[in-house]
């Protein structure tokens, strides 16, 4: 495999929120001098008629250097684990139809015909679907389900549920000295929205300290940072770097949402004519949007919009239909 292929999209592009056009960013960061660039990471990757991109945003970056270790390896099938509706369910299947691997998708809880768009869509990248109770779900690190898989799936190269490892944070590691060199010079941060924190990490790792880090979970609890102290950790990074986690915004957890995050979404579109996600982006940039006194006068912040804009399908259909597209 060949990183030119997979480096065509490369960089992504920047492009500054012209907040004048829009009341969604409070009069404070005007008054404060502080302006918001987007790094348009859901432009990465192959745009596939008829669909979302689904191998793009963060999932692309902490994939990249996975597919090449498989390909360098002699692998050709990829085996990974997801929710039903999981970003990196649809990103592996589309990575594997690209690039010619076979994919396996263990999927957590019973199977619902028909099946969700995003399971729908793996299908059709011809990814096989092992459908898992929760229970088993939750012993997928122990060695007799990893056994029972390779006994029933012979070799395989294995990505971690989220796609989070050591790879995945060296591919998102390469983000802060791209968003420097397009800039032309260091912004005050760099804001990501953490699912498994294994993004965020990589972004410390690429800063080396050159700006703050800071993410946003999505997910209910105090636990992330944490997280991506170990994450920094086993590889061997300073954990005590210039980062920090925000939490209380994620809208009652993970998948859960508020109506002012719904609409503010569908403001966002119209202001901007950028589509965020509701489970990841939106949450990022709805309590990004509120934050002006967090940032000295004059900031210059960057938000990475990681993708995930092929989960919006399967939320309208559960929701009815609140995401305007
Ligand atoms: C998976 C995902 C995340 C979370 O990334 P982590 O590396 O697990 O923290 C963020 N944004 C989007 C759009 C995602 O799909």
Known sequence: ??????????????????????????????ER?????????DLLGLEVQGTSRAFCGNKWRKLKY????????????????????????????????????????????EQVKPLNPTLAYAKSCGMQLAFVTRSTYRE?????????????????????????????????????????????FQPN?????????????????????????????????DFMSAEVAKWLQSSQQNISGNWQIRTEVHHGGYAKYTSSLIDFINQFKLDFNIQLDPIYTGKLMYALAQEAEHFPKGSSIVAIHSGGLQGIAGFNERFGGLIKT
């Open 189 to 221: 941060a760099i804001c990501v929205c953490c699912g498994t924190g294994g993004t965020l990490a990589g972004i410390i790792q690429g800063l080396e300290g050159r700006c703050h880090a800071i993410g946003y979970s999505v997910l209910k609890g």
């Open 33 to 41: 001098d502080i302006r918001i660039f987007l790094k348009r990471d």
């Open 140 to 184: 997928k690190h122990t060695e007799a389900f990893q056994d029972s898989l390779s006994r029933k799936y012979g070799t395989f190269y294995p990505i971690p549920e989220g796609g989070t490892n050591a790879l995945a944070l060296k591919g998102a590691a390469e983000l802060p000295s791209e968003i420097i060199q397009q800039l032309g």
């Open 66 to 109: 996975n597919l090449l270790e498989a390909a360098q390896s002699g692998h050709s099938t990829l085996l990974t684990f997801g929710g039903a509706f999981s970003n990196h369910i649809a990103a592996v299947a589309a990575a594997g139809q690209q690039f010619g691997f076979q994919t396996i998708g263990i999927i957590r809880g």
């Open 1 to 30: 495999m060949d990183l030119n292929i997979l480096n065509t999209s490369l960089p992504s592009p920047i492009q500054e929120l012209d907040l004048t056009a829009s009341s969604l960013f409070s009069k404070s960061f005007r």
